[in-house]
């Protein structure tokens, strides 16, 4: 089956362009991107109208809790959420109960994904038994089974030897390992960035400097082992002259954050509103415009939801009791927009750091407009507004912290492989 895609505003963050065209798709993978009109094309033909296309959204770091917790999140609810978010490719955390460390689970959530999941599913393996930081996983044989990328998620490797050791094992595969830059003692028990607000809410805070330790040690490891490596969440001013300068060194490092770390900052918090709390914390707005910077100027790599479910008997408590984290499938691009709006990024920039640098990183052949690449795609209207009801929401959880806003930017349809799998 052929499709055409004429009178499309195409978004190519490879190339950094953003030009008026036709995109032909032909047995699900992109024939031919044209300037300007076809001329007798033939074939089902798609007019944009104008709309932006671009490619779908590659989401590192997603959390689908099968299994042990499918009434916060399950494949099915997921897949669905992320083609209504224009997300293409789920990148899966091993954050669950148990946690994905063995073949045997990687393999049931593997199939899972594939029953069940409209949208690409690549699964990340565990890089301790457990999450625990004792003990590494068969790096290998997960590998074998499908594994992307290995990580512990927030918990923090604290014992040096055990994490230098995967990581030279991890080099010898060449794996990717992803860390949670956070020195795991200041950051315990914390709830938001320490500094006056922190203060007169009573709340307990941690250093930003926390972030900027553990991504030092971790830099001095990689530099060390030569392992591959990418920080999920940087988040702080403080983490970018030791990360400009791993790069600038030549380490094979990359680094990651979350849009609502990009979005909003530690006043959002408010009335201890647990819907804003996450991890890391949400920081002062100093930070959040220098993360944006970052990003616009690639220091940062890759932008992504952080998606994570947590069900209302979690987070309807006390601030300091209340589960970390926030959906964010859904809400990715009309949150990213939110920067575009404000003059502070282009669509190619945001499109690089949400779409081809995460499929770079992964080895992946998504993520762009270019011919032979898979017909991952997203249409959307970036001004369309509209005021997000949480209810609405295709996730099971629905503790996202933009209920009730108004954003800018909608979806109009999500194509994999050249099928559409959502369409307003």
Known sequence: ????????????????????????????????????????????IIDCGGKYLAP????????????????????????????????????TRPDTAPAIDSPE??????????????????????????????EMTEIGFLMDAGAVAFT??????TDTKVFSRALTYARSLGALVIAHPQEPILSRGAAVTSGKFASLRGLPGVSPMAERMGLDRDIALIEMT????????????????????????????????????????????????????????LRDEEDRL???????????????????????????????????????LETLLPAALRLWHADMITLPQLWRAMSFNPAKRLGLPSGRLAEGAPADLVLFDAHAPFVLDRATL???????????????????STYVAGSCVYSV
């Not at 099968?66 to 490719?89: D, F, I, L, N």
């Not at 593997?110 to 699964?123: I, K, M, S």
């Not at 512990?152 to 490797?157: E, F, P, T």
């Not at 069900?311 to 006390?318: A, F, G, H, I």
């Open 56 to 91: 779908g959204i590659v989401d590192l770091g997603v959390k689908v809790c099968e299994p042990g917790e499918r009434h916060k999140e399950s494949y099915r609810s997921a897949g669905m959420a992320a083609a209504k978010g224009g997300v293409t490719t789920m990148i």
């Open 152 to 157: 512990d998620c927030d918990h923090v490797i």
């Open 1 to 44: 089956m052929t499709l055409h895609f004429i009178n499309a505003t195409l978004i190519d963050p490879e190339n950094g362009t953003e030009t008026v065209g036709s995109l032909t798709v032909k047995n699900g993978r992109i024939a031919a991107v044209t300037a300007g009109d076809l001329a007798n094309p033939k074939g089902e």
């Open 226 to 281: 030569g392992a591959r490596y990418h920080a999920d969440q940087i988040t702080s001013a403080r983490s970018l002259p030791p990360l400009e300068r791993a790069k600038r060194n030549g380490l094979d490092v990359t680094a990651g954050i979350g849009i609502h770390h990009l979005t909003l900052n530690a006043l959002d918090v408010a009335n201890y509103r647990t819907f804003f709390k996450l991890k890391p914390p």
């Open 394 to 412: 295709l996730s099971k959880s629905r503790n996202t912290p933009f209920d009730g806003v108004r954003m800018q930017g909608k979806v109009l």
């Open 105 to 134: 689970t990687l393999e049931f959530v593997t199939r899972r994904a594939n029953e069940t999941t409209p949208v690409n599913v690549l699964p990340m393996a565990a890089l301790t038994k457990g999450r625990e930081g004792r």
């Open 290 to 328: 220098a993360m944006v910077e970052a990003v616009a100027s690639g220091l940062i790599d890759i932008v992504c939801s952080m998606h994570t479910p947590q069900d209302e008997e979690s987070k309807r408590l006390p601030f300091e009791e209340a589960a970390s984290g926030a959906v964010g």
